[in-house]
T-cell receptor, first 116, second 113 residues
Framework: GAGVSQSPRYKVAKRGQDVALRCDPISGHVSLFWYQQALGQGPEFLTYFQNEAQLDKSGLPSDRFFAERPEGSVSTLKIQRTQQEDSAVYLC??????????????FGPGTRLTVL | QQQVKQSPQSLIVQKGGISIINCAYENTAFDYFPWYQQFPGKGPALLIAIRPDVSEKKEGRFTISFNKSAKQFSLHIMDSQPGDSATYFCAASIRGGSYIPTFGRGTSLIVHP
């Protein structure tokens, strides 16, 4: 079956541009997570959705980062006025149940963002 | 502050050898410890996980050893194969919380044929 998909796979932006990254979770999965993975580092949590509700956005590094999941399925991570330090791989993950249990997270392949 | 410390950063072993990756944590509230495997260009995939009520869990060639008192856990890959070459991340989370895992920095494993 289809796993988590993300698009685009690669994005190059000039500093100051806005970007939008898309995540298509596994159908029916309740929970959706966004992570930022810098080169040579582990993923770092950005934000979490349960259905359409954004329950935790404590990891968003600044108010330039915004995420939404309006219908409880597809999610978009938007970064406004991109900076060079935003260059990273952005990973999306989904899990079948609500967070709080031992629900396995299924990761997408990520979007590699390069800000010039 | 890095809550989960992972070592070594890189590891090279010969085919058939044992690969050992270690992690240590500070937060005693952590109660779920998964290991993820990541190949280049792919997202991490859950490999094996352990809860603190057991000291060891084995799945095929992969074993997690857990030492609650020392707040340490490790991944052992027996009979390492070239196909095991990947980056491995340990993680820790709190089941009663948001279950959002805190990841280590990763270990790049290369298994020579």
């Amino acid at each position: 079956g289809a796993g988590v998909s993300q698009s685009p796979r690669y994005k190059v932006a000039k500093r100051g541009q806005d970007v939008a990254l898309r995540c298509d979770p596994i159908s029916g999965h309740v929970s959706l997570f966004w992570y930022q993975q810098a080169l040579g580092q582990g993923p770092e949590f950005l934000t979490y959705f349960q259905n359409e509700a954004q329950l935790d956005k404590s990891g968003l590094p600044s108010d330039r980062f915004f995420a939404e999941r309006p219908e409880g399925s597809v999610s978009t991570l938007k970064i406004q006025r991109t900076q060079q330090e935003d260059s990273a791989v952005y990973l999306c993950a989904s899990s079948p149940g609500p967070s709080g249990g031992y629900n396995e997270q299924f990761f997408g392949p990520g979007t590699r963002l390069t800000v010039l | 502050q890095q809550q989960v410390k992972q070592s070594p950063q890189s590891l090279i072993v010969q085919k058939g050898g044992i690969s050992i990756i270690n992690c240590a944590y500070e937060n005693t509230a952590f109660d779920y410890f998964p290991w993820y495997q990541q190949f280049p260009g792919k997202g991490p995939a859950l490999l094996i996980a352990i809860r603190p009520d057991v000291s060891e869990k084995k799945e095929g060639r992969f074993t997690i050893s857990f030492n609650k008192s020392a707040k340490q856990f490790s991944l052992h890959i027996m009979d390492s194969q070239p196909g095991d070459s990947a980056t491995y991340f340990c993680a820790a989370s709190i089941r009663g919380g948001s279950y959002i895992p805190t990841f280590g920095r990763g270990t790049s494993l290369i298994v020579h044929p």
